[in-house]
């Protein structure tokens, strides 16, 4: 069936250096990704979308590029900031408008 | 910003009780979800609605969950008996029709079984 992995629970950074998430899915069909980013006590909200292989899309200094030849879809920022601090989750929208989460990765970001 | 509205936003029951949530769409928005969001912070998807009409569902939302989107009514979610494994974060989300939209997503409803 259809899926998406993170493979990181939890990163933890200092502020100013770049991130990489890991997104990997797998479908049959014709994929549309998503990154949500989830504050504390906050709705998740839409960061990124693509279904554009090989092109890179960018949002509020996050950038990604699907990849379907490695069905990946890896999330990053050159320079985080303390505000990055949060739940980030990839997900896969297959057919019959049903979305699958991958199971997230906290971002933690410290002075 | 999001204008999708879940109500309450906390709510306690006691096992066997009736818990009931309910979710505004957001405005012209036809295809509604639920998810349950575990401590670990997972989502689980439950069910989805096109109007009025199921799209999909899980097994777990055919026993003691229900839930339906009528017409000029908020949506919403109810389970028959509640349990201490259905303690977890609720949350709806509405989008327009088609994969490639985003879901605009509620505050949710926190339900605790004690």
């Known amino acids: 069936g259809d899926s998406v992995t993170q493979t990181e629970g939890l990163v933890t950074l200092t502020k100013g250096l770049p991130v990489m998430l890991n997104c990997t899915y797998q479908?049959?069909?014709?994929?549309?990704l998503f990154w949500y980013v989830q504050h504390l006590n906050e709705a998740p909200k839409l960061l990124l979308k693509?279904?554009?292989?090989?092109k890179r899309t960018e949002h509020q200094g996050f950038y990604a590029t699907l990849h379907k030849s490695s069905s990946s879809f890896h999330l990053q920022k050159s320079s985080v900031q303390l505000s990055d601090s949060a739940l980030y989750f990839c997900a896969l929208g297959t057919g019959g408008y049903k979305v699958v989460f991958g199971s997230g990765t906290r971002l933690l970001v410290s002075p | 910003n999001s204008k999708v509205i879940q109500t309450p936003r906390y709510l306690v029951k006691g096992q066997g009780q009736k818990a009931k949530m309910r979710c505004i769409p957001e405005k012209g928005h036809p295809v509604v979800f639920w998810y349950q969001q575990n401590k670990n912070n997972e989502f689980k998807f439950l069910i989805n609605f096109q109007n009025q009409e199921v799209l999909q569902q899980i097994d777990m939302t055919e026993k003691r969950f229900s839930a339906e989107c009528p017409s000029n009514s908020p949506c919403s979610l109810e389970i028959q008996s509640s349990e201490a494994g259905d303690s977890a974060l609720y949350l709806c989300?509405?989008?327009?029709?088609?994969?490639?939209?985003?879901?605009?997503f509620g505050p949710g409803t926190r339900l605790t079984v004690l």
């Open positions: 989300a509405s989008s327009l029709l088609g994969l490639s939209y985003e879901q605009y």
């Open positions: 479908t049959t069909y014709s994929p549309f």
């Open positions: 693509s279904s554009t292989d090989n």
